[in-house]
């Protein structure tokens, strides 16, 4: 059984930092590709930032020098460390695992950019 663990969120202000985790069991780690995407209320699901198995790294426009999407092999995690953050970040975020035609969710957590 795959089993998601995600932590990290919560209330921030803009310009505030937020490291998000994701530890996942049931599943061979280091070959899934592994991805943040998030959720604002009222819109479609978008993808983030992903991390190829082998490490290469893709983000979102809106994430690009600000996010940095990192994975440990050895934890069975992957983080998302977000910086400068905007009011438009908050959302739910949901940690994402894939495997050719094989995807997986987390429950996600929930991220409040505000004053």
């Known amino acids: 059984q795959v089993q998601f663990v995600e932590s990290g969120g919560g209330l921030v202000q803009p310009g505030g930092s937020l490291r998000l985790s994701c530890a996942v069991s049931?599943?061979?780690?280091?070959?899934?590709?592994m991805n943040w995407y998030r959720q604002a209320p009222g819109k479609q699901r978008e993808l983030v930032a992903a991390?190829?198995?082998?490490?290469?790294?893709n983000y979102a426009d809106s994430a690009k020098g600000r996010f940095t999407i990192s994975r440990d092999n050895a934890k069975n995690t992957v983080y998302l460390q977000m910086n400068s953050l905007k009011p438009e970040d908050t959302a739910v975020y949901y940690c994402n695992a894939r495997l050719l035609f094989v995807t997986y969710w987390g429950q996600g957590t929930q991220v409040t950019v505000s004053s």
């Open positions: 991390i190829s198995s082998g490490g290469n790294t």
């Open positions: 049931g599943i061979i780690f280091s070959t899934y590709a």
